[in-house]
C-alpha cells in the first residue's frame, strides 16, 4: 500500500535547521527561499540510507557491482511512489532525511551525499527531475536519530517556480 502525499500551491516550505540566512541561497546547504514551491510530494522508504563507503564507484563492470545493486535496492523501494510525482519542467528540491536507527551514527557529509546518489540517478531517469545538475535540482540532505529506532528515508520534493 502506497502513502503518497501531494500538496499543490503551497505556500511555505521547510526550513533547515541549520540554515539561518538573510540571502536568497545558503552557501552551507544550498536552499534557495526566493523560489516558490507551487507543488509537493512526500513519502517514505522503508529501508537503511546506503553510505558512500559501501557502495564505492559508479564504474563499468565488475568494480560497479555494490553501486548497481544500491540502485537497484532504492529502485525496488522507490518506484511504488514515482508513479504519482509529475515529470519535471522545472527546477524542484528534494529534501532528504536519513532516519538512523538504534546503536547508529551520522555518515559524514561525503557519504551521506554520495550513498544518496543512486536514489537520485533513479528519480531522474524517472522524470522527477530534469537531470541531476544544481541548476535543475537543490538537494538538502540531514540525518536525524529515528523516533522509533528503525531505519527509514524521508523524502519530501518541492515543485519551484
Sequence with gaps: MRNVSVTTAVETSPASASCVTTMSECIACGFDDSLQV?????????????????????????????????????????????????TATNKRRIWVTRMFGKRKRPYDDDNLYWGLKPLIDIMTK?????????????RI??????PNGKDYIDVQIDELE
Excluded: C
Design 38 to 86: 507551487v507543488g509537493q510530494w512526500k513519502f517514505i522508504l522503508e529501508m537503511s540510507a546506503y553510505s558512500g563507503n559501501q557502495i564505492g564507484g559508479n564504474e563499468k563492470g565488475r568494480k560497479g557491482w555494490k553501486y548497481r545493486n544500491a540502485k537497484a535496492d532504492y529502485r525496488k523501494h522507490a518506484e511504488p511512489y514515482l508513479d504519482d510525482i509529475t
Design 126 to 138: 524517472a522524470g522527477v527531475f530534469i537531470d541531476d545538475n544544481p541548476k535543475n535540482i537543490e
Design 141 to 146: 540532505y540531514k540525518q536525524l536519530p529515528s
